[in-house]
């Protein structure tokens, strides 16, 4: 499961996000999903290093431009309009005519039906956080009484 961040936005305006490569899995109690779920803190030190803060843990990583960006598209689905010139277009199978004439109208019953897809770019992702390390604890200092 990848793990998107926002990172900034591009010069069109199309949001840049990145994402998370953990050591190991995150598992979360009982069977709730983790989608849209809060999982940490995530800092930079003064020289640019990423650190990530998951409950008492913490991990060092290092920040990687990737070779290929990807795109994060949203397919959407809207049917076609109907032409009045489709409408009438019918087919009568008991009707003699010849290949042609069916496979035109075969065409044309198919592009009524036929529905218009378009792909939204929701970001561009660019970078990479890669937390090779495994975590280590957060300890306090404990005062004695």
């Known amino acids: 499961m990848p793990i998107l961040i926002k990172t900034g936005e591009h010069s069109n ?11 190991g899995d995150l598992e979360v109690r009982g069977e709730q999903s983790m989608d849209k779920q ?7 030190t003064k020289y640019g290093q990423p650190i990530l803060i998951i409950g008492h843990h913490i991990l060092h ?17 809207k049917p076609t309009e109907k032409s009045p010139e489709d409408e009438n277009m019918e087919v009568d199978v008991n009707q003699s005519i010849s290949d042609s004439q069916i496979l035109d109208s075969t065409v044309a ?3 009524k039906s036929r529905q218009k897809t378009e792909y939204l770019v ?4 660019k970078k ?16 004695k009484k």
């Open 38 to 44: 809060f999982i940490g803190d995530l800092y930079y």
């Open 13 to 23: 305006g199309t949001p840049e996000w990145g994402f998370i490569e953990l050591q």
């Open 122 to 125: 929701k970001a561009i992702v």
């Open 109 to 111: 019953i198919e592009h």
């Open 128 to 143: 990479k956080l890669i937390f090779r390390a495994r975590p280590k604890p957060i300890i306090a200092n404990v005062t």
């Open 61 to 77: 990583g290092r920040e990687v431009t990737m070779e290929k960006p990807y795109a994060v598209l949203e397919k959407i689905v």
